[in-house]
């Protein structure tokens, strides 16, 4: 029996993730016809699940029920960077999407000197689950734009230790 099926959808995601800061994280696997990034559930006959939520619920360790969305603040479809990602009901989505109007797209935060190498709570969350994920350190140090002996510091606990990371492991 092939065991290709049962590996962790969030293993197989990290296959396709190219972290590349605070840039767009272009999804490099299937797309749909909409631009969305496609992964298996993990069953053969579960269907295809949206990348980008896939991405949400193993980045913040939440599972998604059927009225969340997980909208982009790029306006890129294809783009699975977690910090692009923000979690709105279908109405809020559609009101983003109103928003966006015809092709006027918002403003992309973009990495500036002032903001790099700066960490917070959540971003410690996230290299750790990212780190869960198969990331090397080096790939968290560009991602996160911080040094890779920082990102070792974190991952070992010599920094931001009060920072509670247990449940991100199961
Ligand atoms: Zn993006």
Known sequence: MSQKSCIPVRLRLAKYLHPSGDQCWEWTGAKNEHGYGVIGRGKRGRGNTKDHRVAYETFYDVKLDSSSHVLHRCDNPGCVNPLHLWLGNHRENMNDMLSKGRGSKPPVRRGTANNKAKLDENKIRLIFQLRHTGLTTY????????SRVAICCVLNRTTWRHVDVTNHFC
């Open 139 to 146: 790939q968290l140090a560009e991602l996160f734009c911080v």
